[in-house]
């Protein structure tokens, strides 16, 4: 019973994890796509 919930609890945490860095390298993307678009309407 206690092995099952430590997995829950871990499988929780790497989630987590992998839900903030896809979350961070779409931001970056999207940083990225924006600058290239003032660039863009700069030039």
């Given at each position: 019973?206690?092995?099952?919930?430590?997995?829950?609890?871990?499988?929780?945490?790497?989630?987590?994890?992998?839900?903030?860095?896809?979350?961070?390298?779409?931001?970056?993307?999207?940083?990225?796509?924006?600058a290239g678009v003032l660039?863009?309407?700069?030039?």
């Open positions: 019973m206690s092995l099952q919930k430590q997995n829950a609890r871990s499988v929780g945490q790497n989630g987590t994890a992998l839900t903030v860095h896809v979350l961070n390298k779409g931001i970056k993307k999207l940083l990225c796509v924006c660039c863009v309407i700069r030039e």
